[in-house]
């Protein structure tokens, strides 16, 4: 009896498992492309405009059209308030979603250098909310055919005068880039050179955007993690100089004004390495 007993239970298990019935796997991921690998880069934040020949990668803003003669990257301000749009400014998060600002003494606390409002992913509840948010806009990022999207400010939390710290970032962002790899589209990790190999290996990060690590002495760290995979931008002549002497032709390296401006502006500037011997 005891012998029957025990053979029940493992044949009807056998055939559950046969017939699929077992632990309910991952679903299968879209296929996703990372930007070419040492390709030449255009920041276009500041507005878009026809990129020179050599160009490979583009990264535009969410609200622009990309250019269909290269892979295209599509910026989006996920950590902190979008100046100049329309949906995702601080006055359309105060009106629509006022309870998801970090707040001090009852006002949006203001990152100085931008004045952007910091979203607050202080709890698990207010992540899902602001990511539930922002599905709209990594949606609108695939139907406009980019291919791949750039999160920025991941580093919001030395910001958020003590409303979260960078776990709550990793938490966040883990979400935020399982929804984006859902829609097919590669994730960049955004500077933060404190996640090390965490950017990659736990929140999935495909490649990374790094903006003056030459100046923070952190290039290695990116280098360390994502091999060729990461996309350099300089914004000081020391900074952009030393980048070209140390990895010219190994990695993607470029020298922009920090406010990214389009061709024809004044203060425009951008500047490749010079091919190396």
Not at 168 to 184: D, N
Not at 221 to 231: E, L, M, Q, S, V
Request: charge should be negative; hydrophobic fraction near 35%; proline fraction near 5%.
């Amino acid at each position: 009896m005891e012998l029957r007993t025990l053979v029940k239970p493992v044949a009807a298990l056998a055939v559950l498992v046969l017939l699929g019935g077992g632990c309910a796997s991952e679903p299968e991921m879209p296929p996703r492309e990372n930007p070419p690998a040492g390709g030449q880069l255009d920041y276009q934040l500041g507005g878009a405009y026809q990129p020179d020949v050599p160009v490979k990668i583009v990264v535009r803003d969410r609200s622009k059209i990309i250019d269909g003669r290269r892979y295209n990257i599509c910026y989006l301000n996920a950590l902190q308030t979008q100046p100049n749009s329309a949906e995702g400014g601080l006055d359309w998060w105060r009106k629509n979603h006022d309870d998801l600002l970090v707040k001090r003494n009852g006002e949006p606390a203001i990152d100085p250098e931008w004045q952007e409002g910091i979203l607050d992913i202080s709890t698990g509840e207010k992540r899902a909310k602001i990511l539930e948010i922002q599905k709209k806009w990594i949606k609108d990022c695939k139907t406009s055919f980019f291919k791949g999207i750039e999160p920025d400010n991941l580093d919001s939390y030395q910001r958020s005068q003590g409303a979260f710290d960078l776990n709550a970032t990793k938490e966040f962002m883990k979400a935020f880039v399982r929804y984006a790899h859902e829609q097919g589209l590669a994730v960049a990790q955004k500077n933060t050179a404190e996640l090390g190999d965490a950017g990659k290996k736990e929140i999935g990060f495909d490649f990374a955007i790094t903006e003056d690590c030459q100046v923070q002495n952190e290039c290695g760290t990116y280098a360390n993690a994502f091999g060729r995979d990461f996309f350099q931008i300089e914004y000081t002549e020391a900074g952009f100089n030393k980048s070209c002497a140390d990895r010219g032709g190994k990695v993607s390296i470029i020298r922009r004004d920090r406010l990214v401006v389009p061709y024809g502006h004044e203060d425009y500037v951008y500047e490749v390495c010079p091919p190396t011997v």
